[in-house]
């Protein structure tokens, strides 16, 4: 048998979920673009996901974000199953209302709290209608300016708040908090960094997680570190992956740095977080200059080379040379197992399994893109806020 032969399995149980509003429209601050084709509401973004499923296995779920994809959910909920997938993650929104301005958990006005902490119990509403486990969160809440807010209040509210929404759940579901190091609030943000999400989770119990997102750290910042840290201490609950080269995390994931994308996979597979159910794998990406469908097929393809290099990493060897102090030779295992070309053998692999072999050339070819392009005239397309 060889090495990728061993491998193979990992590879076949991998799953990576799929952002709904990854296949609206979407831009800069300056300017959202419109594209032919692009969905109008929630049941053509998940017949758009199913396309990415259909081409590479490896995309079974499709996460849904509130109140951008409101609908009748056991409707939406059948319809995904249809077309091959299922509905997955509930990610909620307190940062495009009025009323959070300077914040939502953990704002001084205990009705602005309040009708957060109600948004989230819809979202567990949801949750139950589609067969959801997890409720992520990102809040877009901090300060701009020295003194604008009572910093350590923010965090006893937030607490406070979480605590409420957790309470919430059901036996089955969990809370995921995510993190970001800045924006949209300049000066301080509530929940900066994974130590903070970290403690915040801790403190509410073992149905809370910290959601790594690979765009939100500060340039340098060692993110394989953190996930061998959140592995170790068992709270890493979900990855969001994707990719920036100066501060936004819109990206193609691996498209800045695919080294890193490798390096943050070996601590997976070191930490037993491959295929692990309490880890989750996901996309939160932005298509705006690509078309949505294609780049979230490149984008899962990215995991799935660089999970089969990181398989193949010889961790015997590795070990053997880590132990021995052999500092060129353990890098140069290292860097082995990241240059190996396992393009032809995930290839030949996916038409052994009945799967494309060159899964974007098959999209291409299939005329699915001329067809919705053709057929979605009218109407509103799906983008930011819908």
Excluded at 46 to 62: E, K, S
Excluded at 128 to 148: M, V
Excluded at 163 to 168: D, G, P, S, W
Excluded at 288 to 305: M, T, Y
Aim: glycine residues 8%.
């Amino acid at each position: 048998m060889t090495a990728f032969e061993e491998i193979t399995d990992d590879l076949a149980a991998q799953a990576i979920e799929l952002p709904s509003w990854a296949f609206g429209n979407s831009g800069t601050r300056f300017k959202v673009f419109g594209t032919p084709g692009t969905p109008r509401d929630p049941f053509e973004k998940i017949a758009d996901a199913a396309q990415v499923h259909r081409h590479t296995g490896l995309a079974p779920t499709v996460a849904l974000h509130i109140p951008w994809d409101r609908c009748d959910f056991a409707a939406l909920r059948a319809h995904a199953e249809e077309n091959g997938v299922r509905l997955g993650t509930v990610n909620s929104n307190t940062f495009q209302d009025d009323d959070y301005k300077f914040g939502a958990l953990t704002h001084e006005d205990p009705a602005v709290r309040k009708k957060a902490i109600d948004h989230h119990f819809e979202c567990i509403d949801i949750m139950h209608q589609t067969g959801s486990r997890d409720l992520k969160i990102w809040l877009a809440e901090g300060s701009n300016y020295p003194g604008q807010a009572d910093m350590r209040g923010r965090q006893d509210r937030l607490h406070e708040s979480l605590r409420t929404v957790y309470e919430r759940l059901g036996d089955d579901q969990r809370l995921v908090l995510e993190y970001k190091f800045f924006e949209p609030a300049f000066y301080h943000t509530d929940v900066p960094d994974w130590g903070t999400s970290y403690a915040q989770v801790a403190a509410l119990g073992d149905k809370a997680v910290v959601c790594l997102d690979t765009g939100h750290h500060a340039p340098g910042t060692n993110i394989e570190f953190i996930v061998m840290q959140l592995l170790r201490l068992g709270k890493l609950g979900s990855f969001d992956f994707n990719s920036r080269f100066y501060a936004d995390d819109d990206l193609i994931v691996g498209a800045a740095d695919p080294f890193q994308l490798f390096r943050i996979l070996v601590e997976v597979v070191r930490g037993g977080g491959l295929n692990s159910p309490d880890v989750a794998f996901m996309l939160d990406q932005c298509h705006n200059v690509e078309k949505k469908i294609p780049g979230q097929i490149r984008s899962v393809l990215n995991v799935q080379e660089m999970t089969a290099r990181a398989l193949l990493l010889d961790t015997g060897a590795l070990r053997a040379a880590q132990v021995a102090g052999d500092v060129l030779e353990a890098n140069a295992v290292f860097m082995d197992a990241f240059q190996t070309d396992v393009r032809p053998m995930l290839a030949e692999w996916r038409a052994g399994r009945g799967l494309p072999a060159d899964p974007m050339r098959a999209y291409l070819d299939s005329g699915y893109q001329e067809a919705i392009e053709a057929e979605r005239v009218g109407g509103v397309q799906a983008g930011w806020g819908a």
